[in-house]
């Protein structure tokens, strides 16, 4: 049986993958072979000596220490594109926020209560609240994910002039990109062409602050700026700047923080981007699903920090070993289970950056003799240098 622990409320669609013959599921388990959460803060708790996976309803993992996970063999997932169109759906009518004054204008009207003249205030005050349509402008999608080619070619749909860049665009992305987006060769064309800015790029060292004073300094007067990927892709300090000069006439954030609120040009999203039942239920599937597939067949996808590895199931008797990236390392287990006088049936190896790992399906008898001899076998590898984990399947 495995055991899988919730560190938060997981939609139950996803967690009705886990068999109750196989699994058992509990939010208090001291013991979990896998962990299953959403915004749960994780730096703050000892990972469990039984701990193989943990899987991330959601895209961003910064609540999970995932150096410290793989050091010690623990995989990390997360769920790509499981709320992609959540996302999508909030930027496009941030898009109209961001022109119309909608939500300055409801905030001005909701003043109005008890008054008797509503209606004459209203025609007399309105004026302050034009804004201009979308349709015609340039909109620039800064990073072509699974959200950034959503939001493009809906824009476009919309009857934008769409302009897109990201220099790691996948293939997968590429294919679903409509071909009426155009290409930006940099930044600085995106910062430079467009009235509408929308970013959807990860927070790392590389991204933190991307968004600047020298990005300020290109774009055009008035422009709209939306960030509902991370708080950080933002320098806060110089898009009030930017602000006061004029150069943003608003910025629609899904991530408030102290020091915009209050401005007139802020719209601050109380962090509602995946936040639909469609999506909760969407991720929850995904990272369960993924868990489960590591867990019963080693198979990995969609992992922050081992690579995507995938054998099909044989049926036989499988050894997922978790490895540094080093040489000889599959050679000498190759050739412990030769010496050992087992026949390999099927086998792959996958790296990543540091980190690797190797399936091997081997051609024996599930007997208790068997069994018996590859739990030594197991013990055996794990004495090599650079093994981190064995687990036999």
């Not at 620039?140 to 009857?159: C, K, S």
């Not at 992305?173 to 970013?199: F, G, M, P, Q, V």
């Not at 290109?218 to 991370?230: A, D, I, V, Y």
């Not at 950080?232 to 700047?241: A, C, E, I, P, Q």
């Amino acid at each position: 049986m495995y055991k899988i622990v919730t560190l938060n409320n997981i939609a139950k669609q996803g967690l009705s993958c886990f068999s109750e013959d196989n699994y058992v599921i509990s939010n208090k388990d001291d013991n979990p072979d896998g962990i299953v959460l959403r915004s749960f803060n994780m730096h703050d708790m000892e990972l469990p000596a039984s701990l193989k996976a943990v899987a991330r309803a959601g895209a961003g993992v910064n609540n999970i220490p995932v150096e410290a996970c793989s050091e010690r063999g623990v995989v990390v997932f997360n769920t790509p594109g499981a709320n992609a169109n959540a996302v999508k759906e909030l930027v496009l009518a941030s898009l109209l926020l961001s022109s119309r004054k909608i939500v300055q204008g409801i905030t001005w009207v909701k003043t109005l209560q008890g008054r008797e003249d509503v209606a004459e205030a209203v025609e007399k005050n309105k004026a302050q609240f034009i804004g201009p349509e979308i349709l015609g402008k340039k909109l620039g999608v800064i990073g072509l994910g699974a959200i950034g080619v959503l939001v493009a070619n809906d824009a476009y749909r919309l009857g934008m002039e769409v302009y897109g860049f990201d220099p790691f665009i996948s293939v997968d992305a590429a294919w679903n990109l409509s071909r009426h987006i155009t290409k930006a060769a940099s930044l600085d064309e995106i910062y430079r062409t467009c009235d509408y800015i929308t970013i959807h790029v990860p927070f790392g060292s590389k991204t933190e602050n991307m968004v600047n004073k020298d990005s300020f300094a290109l774009m055009k007067e008035g422009t709209r700026l939306l960030n509902f990927s991370r708080a950080g892709l933002v320098n806060n300090d110089d898009l009030l700047k930017a602000i006061a000069a004029g150069t943003i006439g608003c910025y629609v954030t899904d991530f408030p923080v102290p020091a915009l609120l209050g401005n007139e040009a802020v719209i601050p999203v109380p962090h509602l981007g995946a936040s639909t039942p469609e999506s909760e239920e969407n991720c929850s599937v995904m990272a369960s699903k993924q868990l489960k597939d590591y867990l019963e067949y080693g198979t990995i996808v969609n992992s922050v920090n081992y690579p995507n590895c995938y054998l099909p199931h044989s049926g036989r008797r499988r050894f997922s070993v978790i490895h540094k990236n080093v040489p000889k390392v599959i050679g000498a287990l190759t050739e412990l289970l030769g010496d050992k006088g087992i026949n390999i049936s099927d086998m792959i190896n996958k790296s990543r950056d540091k980190n690797a790992l190797t399936l091997i399906d081997v051609d024996v008898d599930a007997t208790r003799e068997v069994d018996e001899a590859l739990q030594s076998l197991r013990s055996e590898m794990l004495n090599m240098d650079s093994v981190i984990n064995v687990r036999i399947l």
